[in-house]
Nanobody, 123 residues
Framework: QVQLVESGGGLVQAGGSLRLTCAAS????????MGWFRQAPGKEREFVAA????????YYEDSVKGRFTISRDNAKNTVYLQMNSLKPEDTAVYYC????????????????WGQGTQVTVSS
């Protein structure tokens, strides 16, 4: 059974940084794609970034390109989201998600989800 546990959220001022962590367990993830999604109050959940676990190829939503970096640590079965130059509009609950196969950006493409971690950026 796949388990994904996020951590690292918090309150930060605009322009600051946070690093989110997703600890994955329950299977070997070499054939998986891992994604980060976020959901702001009153809005739908949206794609943020994703990584192909085996190749390390990365994909980003346009508004976070150049500010966010997704990475993974194979030895620790962990995926990270480094978030720099944070803006108030980045405020949301951030979710880690996994799926077998290649990276997709659609929420419905992911089978496994964490519980989410709150990120709040103050202006």
């Amino acid at each position: 059974q796949v388990q994904l546990v996020e951590s690292g959220g918090g309150l930060v001022q605009a322009g600051g940084s946070l690093r989110l962590t997703c600890a994955a367990s329950g299977r070997t993830f070499s054939s998986y794609a891992m994604g980060w999604f976020r959901q702001a109050p009153g809005k739908e959940r949206e794609f943020v970034a994703a990584i192909n676990w085996s190749t390390g190829s990365t994909y980003y939503e346009d508004s976070v390109k150049g500010r966010f970096t997704i990475s993974r640590d194979n030895a620790k079965n962990t995926v990270y989201l480094q978030m720099n130059s944070l803006k108030p509009e980045d405020t949301a609950v951030y979710y880690c998600a996994g799926r077998r196969g290649i990276v997709r950006v659609g929420i419905q493409e992911y089978d496994n989800w964490g519980q989410g971690t709150q990120v709040t950026v103050s202006s």
